[in-house]
C-alpha cells in the first residue's frame, strides 16, 4: 500500500480551482520532487497533504498510521525573542534532550543545541527546521522549496542531507523544487503540476519530453546534460551526446511524450 495516494483530487480557493483532477502516489523510501511554474499548485498540493486546506472533490488516502514531517518554506523568527536551538525543538511539546540531539544529528548539525535561533545561517536554520520536522520519525518527509534562499553549495549540502535521512530512517520524501539539477540527481520520480498533472514519471522518462526540453533547456544550459553524466550512460553508443536523446527511456516504459501537457514557465538553469 502506498503511504499516500490521490484520486481524481481537486482543491478551490474562493471559488477558484487551484488543482484539478489531480491523480498521485508515494510509496515508502522514494524521493519524489513537484515541478512546476508559479501559482500551479505545487504548495497547496503539500498542504492538502497535511490537511491544511480542504480538498474539494477527489479522494486523499493515507496509510494507516502514517507520520508526516514538514519542512515550510521559510518560518520568521522574531529577532528581539531570545530562542535556543533546543527550546524551539521542544516547541509546542517538551522534547527530550537525547531525542533533540538523535534529530540534530540526523539533519546534519549536531552541535547547534545552544546555539541563538536568530544567529544561525540560512543553511543551519534550515537543518535545524528538518530536524524539527525528523523528531516524529515521519514515514514521509515533506520540503517545499526547503532550499529557497540559499547558495548552491548550501542547497547541495542540504538535499545531500536529505538523501542520507532517507537512506537511515526509510522514509519517503516529496519535495518541490525549482532546482533542476536536484530533480535530476535525487530524485526517483518527477510530478510535473500546472494546475493537474501534466506528466509524471523517473527522470530520465520526464526529461526526454519533447515539451519537457522546450521549458527546461538540453545540452549543457542545466539538467538534461548534468543527469546523463551523473548517471553513467554508456557514452559508447556512437551517439552525438550533444542533441536530443529519446534512446535513454528505459524499455518498456511509455512513450515520453504521450498525452503530456506542455508547462509554461522559465528555468533557472542552476547546475553546480
Do not use: W
Not at 484539478?20 to 515541478?35: C, K, L, W
Amino acid at each position: 500500500m502506498s503511504l499516500i495516494a490521490a484520486r481524481n483530487l481537486s482543491v478551490r480557493y474562493g471559488g477558484q480551482t487551484v488543482l484539478s483532477h489531480v491523480d498521485m502516489a508515494i510509496d515508502r523510501g522514494e524521493i519524489v520532487t513537484i515541478v512546476g511554474p508559479n501559482g500551479s499548485g505545487k504548495s497547496t498540493l503539500l498542504r492538502a497533504i497535511i490537511g491544511a486546506v480542504p480538498v474539494a472533490q477527489g479522494d486523499l488516502i493515507r496509510a494507516p498510521g502514517l507520520t508526516i514531517g514538514y519542512v515550510p518554506q521559510k518560518l520568521a523568527i522574531d529577532a528581539t525573542l531570545p530562542m535556543t536551538v533546543a527550546r524551539f525543538m521542544s516547541l509546542p511539546h517538551r522534547q527530550t534532550a537525547a531525542d533533540v540531539a538523535a534529530a540534530l544529528e540526523q539533519a546534519g548539525v549536531p552541535d547547534l543545541s545552544q546555539r541563538q535561533m536568530t544567529d544561525l545561517s540560512g543553511g543551519q536554520f534550515q537543518r535545524v527546521l528538518l530536524a524539527r520536522a525528523l523528531l516524529s520519525r515521519p514515514d514521509l518527509l515533506l520540503l517545499d522549496e526547503a532550499t529557497q534562499g540559499l547558495d548552491q553549495p548550501g542547497s547541495a549540502a542540504f538535499y545531500r542531507q536529505i538523501e542520507e535521512v532517507r537512506r537511515t530512517l526509510g522514509c519517503a520524501v516529496l519535495m518541490v523544487s525549482h532546482e533542476l539539477h536536484v530533480v535530476m540527481s535525487a530524485s526517483d520520480r518527477v510530478i510535473c503540476l500546472n494546475g493537474h498533472v501534466c506528466c509524471q514519471g523517473t527522470p530520465e522518462i520526464v526529461a526526454s519530453a519533447p515539451e519537457y526540453r522546450a521549458l527546461f533547456g538540453t545540452g549543457t544550459q542545466g539538467a538534461l546534460a548534468l543527469y546523463r553524466h551523473d548517471h553513467n550512460h554508456s557514452h559508447d553508443d556512437g551517439c552525438d551526446h550533444d542533441h536530443d536523446h529519446h534512446h535513454h527511456a528505459p524499455a518498456g516504459t511509455a512513450a515520453p511524450d504521450s498525452g503530456v501537457t506542455p508547462l509554461h514557465q522559465a528555468s533557472r538553469d542552476k547546475v553546480h
